[in-house]
């Protein structure tokens, strides 16, 4: 399995942050598209997603001797109004030595609130395509049908979108189809994991690329004029969306109830990974640091892991489930040093400790409230 950027934020981080968090202004109407597509039929999905209560799946263990880094698997989309228990998890975060964030990429453009109040503008017209263009006139034809026809049953008749590049249309309209199927992308896991650490003073560790964009505003600018090759990108999310909304679906529940095995086979290619890789390959991302992601993600993560297995005793960690497993994911950098990897449900060698595996009779756990939707 190929390696997955996730999530798409990673990517559009530049943008993200010169807006210095600042609310995006509502989509300007758009003159009205050349032609309407035939009113399309939702289909009936037989899978139901899941809802109540949910212990999700198990834990990996990365073990060095008597120290054992667990990781929790995240996956995006979950349903969205599931309960979340997972007591085993629970337990090891509140006598965790050290927790660990999922891997990611952070941003600093040094520009302040007013600073970002004064980027806003430009960022927002970076979401658009150069010259104006409508995607009616960068698309291939059979393309934006294609479009046509699945914004028609998840976005209606907004025309604001139609300005966008590919890239962010794409990504406006998975957003608007997790919500119709009932699934979220919020990262619940994380969620839950640092509120239970911060609750029992566990240290929280940042696993994170840096990145320092010294001249946001000209980036900005550079971004806005720039071409990006996102055709593949939105492809791949009309790809998604005709034909493996089930599966999506499927594979929420398979994580919500901790069945791996499930969730393993039903393998697919993300359209992430082909939205990220079309922002990463601009000159004006890769100019400023943001090539080579995945390795370089990878790389810090393993780092910190190391660290961790050689220092402390238990360490807690999560992390994309396709991160984790893929073929140069993080599992098989640190199955390649020669550290000892046993999967969710799978028995322990012979020689393994067993002084680590979090046990039901210790000291309970406060309960922690799921998260609103």
Partial sequence: ???????????????????ANAQTAPSE???????????????????VVVTG????????QIRKGEHTLWVMATLSPLPKRMEWEPRELDALVARADRVLTSPGVGVNADVGFFGGLRLLPSALRARNNPEDKTLAEVLPSELYGRWQAQKAIY????????????VFAAYALMEEALEDLDLERDNIVWDRVRRIAKRNDRPIVGVSVRIK?????????????????DVGCMEATLKRLESDTGAMVERA???????????????????????????????ALKNRGFDDLPRRVVDEWVRVAEESLAEHAT????????????????????????YT?????????????????PAEASAPVEAVEPASN
């Fill in 29 to 47: 109407s758009a003159p009205a598209e050349a032609s309407a597509p035939a009113e399309p039929t939702l289909a009936t999905l037989e899978t």
């Fill in 315 to 338: 360490t807690v960690a999560v992390a994309d489930y396709q991160v984790l497993t893929a073929d140069d994911g993080l599992l098989a950098a640190m199955r390649a040093k020669g």
């Fill in 213 to 229: 964009v010294e001249d946001p505003r000209e980036a900005l600018r550079e971004f806005e004029r720039s071409s990006i090759d």
């Fill in 1 to 19: 399995m190929a390696m997955r950027l996730h999530p798409l934020a990673l990517a559009i981080a530049l943008t993200a942050s010169l807006a």
């Fill in 253 to 283: 529940n398979a994580w919500a109830v901790g069945d791996l095995q499930t969730l393993e086979e039903l393998e697919f290619d993300s359209e992430i990974r082909a939205c990220a890789l079309a922002l990463l390959g601009t000159d």
């Fill in 53 to 60: 209560i949910q212990p999700g799946p198990g834990l990996w």
């Fill in 155 to 166: 976005m209606g008749r907004d025309r604001g979108v139609e300005d966008r590049r590919p």
């Fill in 341 to 357: 990897i046993i999967a969710p449900g799978e028995e322990p060698p012979a020689d393994a400790v067993a002084e680590d595996q």
